[in-house]
């Protein structure tokens, strides 16, 4: 069995709420749920987090190391464009990871078409919707799962 965790950052607690033509009617607890019972099934360990605040989510991302997180599954929202501490972070551990964004960040405003975590990246996955997590935890499983 191996460990996952599905880290999510600000504004993805909104998720069924905020902008749903962009980003859906699900709730980031739906989407938890679902890749929990995939997890599951195929014999893994999926922890779950999302934070508002750049600080917890640097502090999840050190506790991932040291519990053994074989891959970090993240949709790390606006900070994606902005946070040099969680880039710092990342690399730091040097616990692989997939980025994921339930919009396509390419196609929105110009600010937004800049990851500065992507090119650390084991992939990235844009505009797939929910459907963008399930594949990224299926390519983590496959590719670091045990």
Same mark, same amino acid.
């Given at each position: 069995?191996?460990?996952?965790?599905?880290?999510?950052?600000?504004?993805?607690?909104?998720?069924?709420?905020?902008?749903?033509?962009?980003?859906?009617?699900?709730?980031?607890?739906?989407?938890?749920?679902?890749?929990?019972?995939?997890?599951?099934?195929?014999?893994?360990? =999926?922890?779950?987090?999302?934070?508002?605040?750049?600080?917890?989510?640097?502090?999840?991302?050190?506790?991932?190391?040291?519990?053994?997180?074989?891959?970090?599954?993240?949709?790390?929202?606006?900070?994606?464009?902005?946070?040099?501490?969680?880039?710092?972070?990342?690399?730091?551990?040097?616990?692989?990871?997939?980025?994921?964004?339930?919009?396509?960040?390419?196609?929105?405003?110009?600010?937004?078409?800049?990851?500065? =975590?992507?090119?650390?990246?084991?992939?990235?996955?844009?505009?797939?919707?929910?459907?963008?997590?399930?594949?990224?935890?299926?390519?983590?499983?496959?590719?670091?799962?045990?």
């Amino acid at each position: 069995m191996s460990n996952f965790l599905l880290l999510n950052g600000p504004n993805l607690n909104l998720l069924g709420k905020r902008e749903t033509k962009i980003y859906g009617k699900e709730t980031l607890k739906d989407i938890e749920d679902q890749l929990s019972k995939i997890a599951k099934e195929k014999g893994q360990n =999926l922890e779950s987090f999302q934070s508002n605040a750049e600080h917890d989510l640097v502090n999840k991302i050190h506790e991932a190391k040291e519990i053994g997180v074989g891959c970090i599954i993240f949709n790390p929202g606006a900070f994606t464009h902005s946070s040099i501490a969680l880039r710092d972070a990342l690399l730091g551990t040097e616990i692989p990871f997939i980025e994921v964004h339930i919009s396509n960040i390419y196609s929105r405003e110009d600010f937004r078409k800049k990851s500065v =975590l992507s090119e650390i990246a084991v992939g990235v996955i844009s505009g797939l919707g929910k459907e963008g997590y399930r594949l990224a935890l299926e390519v983590a499983i496959e590719r670091f799962g045990k």
